[in-house]
């Protein structure tokens, strides 16, 4: 699964892949078990009330409920980083609830899934995604897709095989 790809800079310690999979990594707090992510860069733990000082690196679930998702078609004004030269193509946010964790972690909806595919409360699983920074460079960040067994409503899987099916014979 690691295609060499580096992480976006800052985000080197957020996520791992290879052969256990592709998943983000949370610290526990040694001392109270509390979760945090991302991981905290400074000593300390982010329960108030606990004094322990040191976090161990712990893969999180890599699905969830979508919570809450949001678009967006215009691009960020400078100094926001961007391709060069590059157009800017919509994409959508998604608050995902883990399952596990319970946690709601944001990140970006993988780039061939339609904003109409999505909808709250279905299931979401974590993927690998890539950015192409301010300098042209492919970095890997995290992405959302909704999983391939859908909870929802079959409106969902209608709408998401049928933009599926769309794309692909526009690519063909
Ligand atoms: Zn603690």
């Given amino acids: 699964m690691t295609d060499g790809i580096p992480a976006a800079p800052g985000t080197e310690k957020w996520f791992r892949e290879g052969p256990d999979g592709f998943a983000l990594l949370a610290g526990r707090c040694t001392s109270c078990?509390?979760?945090s992510f991302p991981p905290r860069t400074i000593?300390?733990?982010p329960d108030p009330d606990c004094e322990g000082l040191e976090q161990n690196p712990e893969p999180l679930s890599t699905s969830g409920t979508l919570w809450s998702y949001t678009d967006a078609?215009?691009?960020p004004p400078p100094p926001y980083p961007r391709p060069p030269d590059a157009?800017?193509?919509p994409y959508a946010l998604a608050a995902v609830e883990l399952t596990a964790e319970r946690m709601i972690i944001l990140g970006q909806v993988a780039p061939d899934v339609p904003?109409?595919?999505l909808r709250v409360g279905m299931i979401m699983e974590?993927?690998?995604g890539t950015?192409?920074?301010s300098t042209g460079v492919e970095e890997r960040v995290w992405n959302w897709r909704p999983a391939d067994h859908f909870e929802d409503s079959g409106a969902d899987v209608e709408a998401y095989s049928?933009?599926?099916s769309a794309s692909e014979e526009a690519s063909a």
């Fill in 115 to 117: 904003n109409e595919a």
């Fill in 131 to 133: 950015l192409v920074s």
């Fill in 73 to 75: 078609h215009y691009a």
């Fill in 43 to 45: 000593p300390g733990c």
């Fill in 33 to 35: 078990g509390a979760l």
């Fill in 87 to 89: 157009e800017f193509s």
């Fill in 126 to 128: 974590l993927t690998p």
């Fill in 162 to 164: 049928a933009y599926s």
